[in-house]
């Protein structure tokens, strides 16, 4: 009898031979039975299903004696994220010695695995893997499905064992796992290449790529790795873009009005100006708005303050993206070309940054989209943003950004809130903090200390902030006192606190005790020996600078 059962050891159905259905063990494994050791004692389903792993139950190691003279085999069945969403029982007589039954069970639950796998992976890429290539069309690879951007999506129990010693974990990248480039592998693996892959231990696999829903996901994959680089003369200054969106908060009331109102604006074809200060996430929330509007197409970002103007003008003239003959393009031409026909969104950085000539040729660009000149019948970019850290309004006062040109990309315009100026500051600190270190935890009132602050530099400094706090820190929880360390940041004036401002001999003494504070990485007691005073003297002198 071969019998399957569900995660909780209920019998779903069973195939059996009439000789052992008519004995008293085959009239008691029935569907609806439940198979669990509290309820049956000791059995191949309930072992199994309590240890995990594969169990033989044989004659009397059953604990009811009417079981007796079978012979039981079980095996797990493990989903994509190692959790076991079934079983598979062959059960015989005792007589009938089964030698080699455990390792058919087996391999019919890896067979159910592997086909479990594909059908929930079905729009990412499944890498197969094998440390022999002639293994890889064999029930024995092990499989690990990534997005089309090389985040891992789930992993199968023959690539945990494989990959052993290497964390698997849901938030773990290609690169975290093989010192390979996934963006140079891509292509490769879509036409059905077989590559050699090296993890992080040293090890060597073979690996192809298979594909529940290839004709979609292969179409998707081509467009996602379009030129990954630019490859000649870019110097880097433009690249295929797709940040990864963990950790991103954006639950600010206000700000996502503003993306609502951007996202809307985009839909019906208008350009949109994101303005900002340095690290206030000018590049994630343009990323965002791609996400919310059309997120198969690939996104594209220009550092304008990054890129030549003659560079950038070969790049966006009309040669460059309708080219007369492609075999004249250059591979960065091409690039380019290739983007603008597939769809995309196309992303500027600091335009502020602009020299006046490029302004007049974007204003022809767009013009040029708004026609549908560029491109022919094809697919152009669907958006198009622009975001500067410098006020557009000071930048056109002062000349560097021409009216016109504003005028002509001002489709919709906003200006992202300052870290202390926003709703969720606390969700913020939290989910940096995770990213940095997980063991450690902010309590209230640091967090409330570190609202009071300024930070010019917002997220970004935010973040250095709590790396320093984690580095000097002595416990898992963050308290006020972590935050004398944040008196020394590299390249800061050390300030007086609030109460010593403006009173000159008191504002020299509170910078030496702040000074000391951060060498000594926050410890209160060394500080106040070191000076002859009081812990509680220290203290007074942490106030928000």
Same mark, same amino acid.
Not at 176 to 185: G, H, K
Not at 526 to 543: C, D, E, N
């Given at each position: 009898?071969?019998?399957?059962?569900?995660?909780?050891?209920?019998?779903?159905?069973?195939?059996?031979?009439?000789?052992?259905?008519?004995?008293?063990?085959?009239?008691?494994?029935?569907?609806?039975?439940?198979?669990?050791?509290?309820?049956?004692?000791?059995?191949?389903?309930?072992?199994?299903?309590?240890?995990?792993?594969?169990?033989?139950?044989?004659?009397?190691?059953?604990?009811?004696?009417?079981?007796?003279?079978?012979?039981?085999?079980? &095996?797990?069945?493990?989903?994509?994220?190692?959790?076991?969403?079934?079983?598979?029982?062959?059960?015989?007589?005792?007589?009938?010695?089964?030698?080699?039954?455990?390792?058919?069970?087996?391999?019919?639950?890896?067979?159910?695995?592997?086909?479990?796998?594909?059908?929930?992976?079905?729009?990412?890429?499944?890498?197969?893997?094998?440390?022999?290539?002639?293994?890889?069309?064999?029930?024995?690879?092990?499989?690990?499905?990534?997005?089309?951007?090389?985040?891992?999506?789930?992993?199968?129990?023959?690539?945990?064992?494989?990959?052993?010693?290497?964390?698997?974990?849901?938030?773990?990248?290609?690169?975290?796992?093989?010192?390979?480039?996934?963006?140079?592998?891509?292509?490769?693996?879509?036409?059905?290449?077989?590559?050699?892959?090296?993890?992080?231990?040293?090890?060597?696999?073979?690996?192809?790529?298979?594909?529940?829903?290839?004709?979609?996901?292969?179409?998707?994959?081509?467009?996602?790795?379009?030129?990954?680089?630019?490859?000649?003369?870019?110097?880097?200054?433009?690249?295929?873009?797709?940040?990864?969106?963990?950790?991103?908060?954006?639950?600010?009331?206000?700000?996502?009005?503003?993306?609502?109102?951007?996202?809307?604006?985009?839909?019906?074809?208008?350009?949109?100006?994101?303005?900002?200060?340095?690290?206030?996430?000018?590049?994630?929330? &343009?990323?965002?708005?791609?996400?919310?509007?059309?997120?198969?197409?690939?996104?594209?970002?220009?550092?304008?303050?990054?890129?030549? &103007?003659?560079?950038?003008?070969?790049?966006?003239?009309?040669?460059?993206?309708?080219?007369?003959?492609?075999?004249?393009?250059?591979?960065?031409?091409?690039?380019?070309?290739?983007?603008?026909?597939?769809?995309?969104?196309?992303?500027?950085?600091?335009?502020?940054?602009?020299?006046?000539?490029?302004?007049?040729?974007?204003?022809?660009?767009?013009?040029?989209?708004?026609?549908?000149?560029?491109?022919?019948?094809?697919?152009?970019?669907?958006?198009?943003?622009?975001?500067?850290?410098?006020?557009?309004?000071?930048?056109?006062?002062?000349?560097?950004?021409?009216?016109?040109?504003?005028?002509?990309?001002?489709?919709?315009?906003?200006?992202?809130?300052?870290?202390?100026?926003?709703?969720?500051?606390?969700?913020?600190?939290?989910?940096?903090?995770?990213?940095?270190?997980?063991?450690?935890?902010?309590?209230?009132?640091?967090?409330?200390?570190?609202?009071?602050?300024?930070?010019?530099?917002?997220?970004?400094?935010?973040?250095?902030?709590?790396?320093?706090?984690?580095?000097?820190?002595?416990?898992?929880?963050?308290?006020?006192?972590?935050?004398?360390?944040?008196?020394?940041?590299?390249?800061?004036?050390?300030?007086?606190?609030?109460?010593?401002?403006?009173?000159?001999?008191?504002?020299?003494?509170?910078?030496?005790?702040?000074?000391?504070?951060?060498?000594?990485?926050?410890?209160?007691?060394?500080?106040?020996?070191?000076?002859?005073?009081?812990?509680?003297?220290?203290?007074?002198?942490?106030?928000?600078?």
């Amino acid at each position: 009898m071969v019998a399957f059962a569900d995660a909780d050891g209920v019998l779903l159905d069973t195939i059996s031979d009439p000789d052992f259905q008519s004995t008293s063990t085959g009239r008691t494994i029935v569907p609806g039975t439940v198979w669990k050791e509290e309820l049956r004692g000791t059995n191949a389903l309930g072992l199994c299903l309590a240890t995990r792993k594969p169990a033989k139950v044989i004659g009397q190691e059953h604990f009811f004696c009417e079981h007796g003279r079978v012979s039981c085999l079980a &095996a797990p069945i493990f989903d994509s994220q190692n959790r076991v969403v079934g079983l598979i029982d062959a059960s015989s007589d005792i007589t009938a010695r089964q030698h080699h039954t455990l390792a058919l069970v087996k391999l019919a639950a890896t067979n159910i695995e592997n086909r479990l796998f594909l059908e929930d992976h079905r729009n990412s890429i499944t890498l197969v893997f094998h440390p022999r290539e002639e293994y890889l069309n064999t029930m024995s690879v092990g499989m690990l499905a990534f997005d089309l951007d090389g985040n891992l999506r789930g992993s199968n129990s023959q690539a945990i064992s494989m990959l052993n010693g290497i964390s698997l974990a849901s938030d773990c990248l290609f690169q975290d796992i093989f010192r390979n480039s996934f963006s140079d592998l891509i292509d490769r693996l879509i036409r059905g290449r077989v590559v050699q892959l090296e993890d992080w231990l040293g090890s060597t696999v073979f690996a192809a790529a298979s594909f529940s829903n290839q004709s979609d996901l292969v179409a998707r994959a081509r467009r996602r790795t379009l030129g990954i680089s630019f490859g000649n003369g870019a110097g880097g200054a433009v690249a295929a873009q797709s940040p990864k969106r963990q950790g991103l908060v954006m639950e600010d009331q206000l700000l996502q009005r503003q993306i609502t109102l951007a996202c809307n604006a985009a839909k019906v074809g208008l350009p949109i100006v994101i303005e900002g200060q340095s690290g206030t996430g000018k590049k994630s929330t &343009a990323h965002e708005i791609h996400i919310r509007t059309h997120p198969e197409a690939p996104f594209l970002s220009v550092d304008c303050g990054a890129i030549s &103007a003659s560079y950038f003008e070969s790049l966006l003239s009309l040669g460059a993206l309708v080219p007369e003959k492609p075999d004249d393009r250059q591979i960065s031409h091409e690039f380019f070309h290739d983007f603008m026909t597939s769809g995309g969104t196309l992303h500027f950085g600091e335009i502020a940054e602009l020299p006046r000539d490029v302004q007049n040729l974007l204003v022809r660009f767009l013009d040029m989209l708004g026609d549908g000149r560029m491109g022919g019948d094809r697919a152009t970019a669907k958006v198009v943003l622009f975001s500067s850290g410098q006020p557009i309004e000071s930048a056109v006062s002062s000349g560097t950004l021409s009216r016109d040109f504003v005028r002509r990309i001002s489709g919709y315009r906003f200006e992202l809130p300052k870290l202390e100026e926003r709703s969720d500051f606390a969700k913020i600190c939290q989910t940096l903090l995770a990213g940095i270190s997980p063991d450690h935890v902010l309590s209230k009132s640091v967090i409330d200390q570190l609202r009071k602050r300024t930070w010019p530099g917002n997220i970004r400094d935010l973040k250095r902030a709590l790396q320093l706090m984690v580095a000097n820190a002595r416990h898992t929880v963050l308290r006020r006192g972590d935050l004398s360390c944040l008196q020394t940041i590299p390249g800061e004036d050390i300030s007086a606190c609030p109460k010593c401002a403006g009173k000159a001999l008191r504002e020299a003494r509170c910078r030496k005790i702040r000074r000391l504070l951060g060498e000594s990485g926050g410890n209160i007691s060394l500080v106040a020996r070191q000076l002859g005073i009081s812990r509680t003297t220290v203290y007074a002198h942490l106030g928000s600078s």
